[in-house]
């Protein structure tokens, strides 16, 4: 499946350069020196944009190892009160609380 997307794509792969010099050339012909400040001024947010989506990756990553700690201490707790039911120690674990 992958190598039939490849092949069927590759003509544009081939392509897209031509196409993304041309279109550059006209939008610096309309536009003139300014739309070199328009592409330094994307360039700078894209950058800015990718170091913070990498900060927040890192943070996500936190987020959810700390969310699986919890859910794991939930889990063994429930886990331990399923025995107290199961066996029927519930007022032997109340006597000894």
């Known amino acids: 499946m992958k ?3 490849a092949i069927q794509l590759s003509p544009s792969f081939l392509i897209a350069p031509i196409q993304i ?3 550059l050339y006209w939008l610096f ?3 003139g020196v300014s739309f070199v400040f328009g592409l330094v001024t994307m360039f700078l947010f894209f950058i800015v944009n990718l170091f913070i989506q990498r900060k927040l990756q890192k943070f996500f990553v936190k987020i959810l190892k700390a969310k699986d700690d919890r ?3 939930t889990s063994e707790t429930f886990n331990c009160i399923k025995v107290l039911k199961l066996y029927s120690w519930e007022q032997e674990f109340l006597r000894r609380v």
């Open 3 to 5: 190598l039939g997307w």
């Open 29 to 31: 012909d309309f536009f």
């Open 21 to 23: 010099t041309v279109y």
């Open 71 to 73: 859910m794991k201490t």
